[in-house]
């Protein structure tokens, strides 16, 4: 994967015009971390995280395999900072153009992760959730990036000390996860993952700069779920196992959690809105592959759940999970 993206190196593409960079130049922010930025893996949360790191003056550089994928990140950037900028500036619309242009010159876009982290001082990853790839990628990074880079991953549910497996003892001191929440412009929490391996120096540089990009931080272990999703998935599936019980319906399950626990979202809205897929994933994935939960019931497969999900019915991004859209 590093070795296809390096291939690509000299096609890196900082879209930013100069004249922008100069203009808009991050120095004199307060920071945590020096040196830019770089966020490998431009989809969803890629994006989001560079944007949040661009809207705190961060100098930001987002990779990914294509052009075409990057413009694609790009986009996601510019219509969630147009809905910030109207907010921002209700009654100003050069106001707003103003905002929107500020934050995207100071993302650059490049296809060559090893170019990307050159001079970066944090590296955060947010490539598909895939072990090797995640590896391979890292192994990558570690080569090009400078000594005392943070190197993080947002990964949701692998473990963070298996994604740093192929690095030097060097390295792993300053490897860390960086769980963000999606969306991630408007979820104020962000995980902070430490391994046996990390120094405290690298956990409280993180806590800087979550804190500096207006972000809350909660530091834990590196032990399945982290915190949130080590919760909310045992609650997810006992929803899912009281629906197959027929104790209740989907509704009325909702219902309940959200006037009698105080939950804005009840547990049905809320895979729906995660995606049934990702829950399977996760789950599947604890019960069967360990991590110290191999055969633990709560995570063991469901009926329903296997059916929704072989039915391509995963939530809202497909319009049909356990709702209709
Ligand atoms: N979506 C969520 O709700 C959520 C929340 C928290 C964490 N995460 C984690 O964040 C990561 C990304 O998730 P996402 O939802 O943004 O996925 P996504 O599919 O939207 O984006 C992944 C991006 O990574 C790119 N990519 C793949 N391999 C690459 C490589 N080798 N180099 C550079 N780019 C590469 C893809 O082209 C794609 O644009 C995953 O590890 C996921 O577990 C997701």
């Known amino acids: 994967m590093i070795a296809a993206a390096s291939a690509l190196a000299a096609k890196t593409a900082a879209l930013r015009p100069a004249a922008q960079r100069a203009a808009f130049s991050s120095s004199g922010a307060a920071r945590a971390v020096s040196g830019r930025i770089a966020v490998i893996g431009g989809g969803q949360m890629g994006s989001g995280i560079a944007q949040v790191a661009a809207t705190h003056k961060h100098d930001v550089t987002l990779v990914d395999v294509s052009q075409e994928a990057l413009e694609r990140g790009r986009g996601y950037m510019a219509k969630s900072l147009k809905r910030v900028a109207k907010k921002q500036f209700p009654e100003d619309a050069q106001a707003q153009g103003r905002f929107v242009d500020e934050v995207l010159g100071r993302v650059s876009l490049s296809t060559s992760p090893a170019a990307a982290v050159g001079d970066a001082g944090l590296v955060i990853e947010a490539v598909v959730e895939n072990i090797k790839v995640k590896q391979e990628l890292f192994a990558g990074l570690a080569a090009a990036a400078p000594e005392g880079a943070i190197l993080a991953s947002n990964t949701s549910s692998l473990p963070i000390a298996?994604?740093?497996?192929?690095?030097?003892?060097?390295?792993?001191?300053?490897?860390?996860?960086?769980?963000?929440?999606?969306?991630?412009?408007?979820?104020?929490?962000?995980?902070?993952?430490?391994?046996?391996?990390?120094?405290?120096?690298?956990?409280?540089?993180?806590?800087?700069?979550?804190?500096?990009?207006?972000?809350?931080?909660?530091?834990?272990?590196?032990?399945?779920?982290?915190?949130?999703?080590?919760?909310?998935?045992?609650?997810?599936?006992?929803?899912?196992?009281?629906?197959?019980?027929?104790?209740?319906?989907?509704?009325?399950?909702?219902?309940?959690?959200?006037?009698?626990?105080?939950?804005?979202?009840?547990?049905?809205?809320?895979?729906?809105?995660?995606?049934?897929?990702?829950?399977?994933?996760?789950?599947?994935?604890?019960?069967?592959?360990?991590?110290?939960?191999?055969?633990?019931?709560?995570?063991?497969?469901?009926?329903?759940?296997?059916?929704?999900?072989?039915?391509?019915?995963?939530?809202?991004?497909?319009?049909?999970?356990?709702y209709e859209y």
């Open 162 to 322: 298996r994604i740093a497996e192929p690095l030097s003892a060097e390295r792993k001191r300053r490897f860390l996860g960086l769980h963000f929440f999606n969306p991630v412009p408007q979820m104020k929490l962000v995980e902070v993952v430490r391994t046996d391996a990390a120094d405290q120096q690298a956990v409280d540089d993180a806590v800087a700069f979550v804190k500096g990009i207006g972000k809350v931080p909660a530091v834990c272990k590196d032990t399945p779920g982290f915190i949130v999703n080590r919760l909310l998935l045992p609650y997810m599936m006992e929803a899912i196992r009281l629906l197959e019980r027929d104790v209740a319906s989907a509704q009325d399950i909702d219902t309940a959690m959200k006037l009698g626990a105080g939950y804005p979202m009840g547990p049905f809205q809320l895979c729906d809105y995660v995606g049934l897929d990702t829950i399977k994933f996760i789950v599947d994935g604890w019960h069967k592959e360990g991590q110290g939960l191999v055969g633990d019931k709560l995570f063991a497969p469901s009926a329903k759940l296997d059916e929704l999900v072989a039915k391509g019915h995963l939530g809202v991004k497909t319009g049909k999970g356990f």
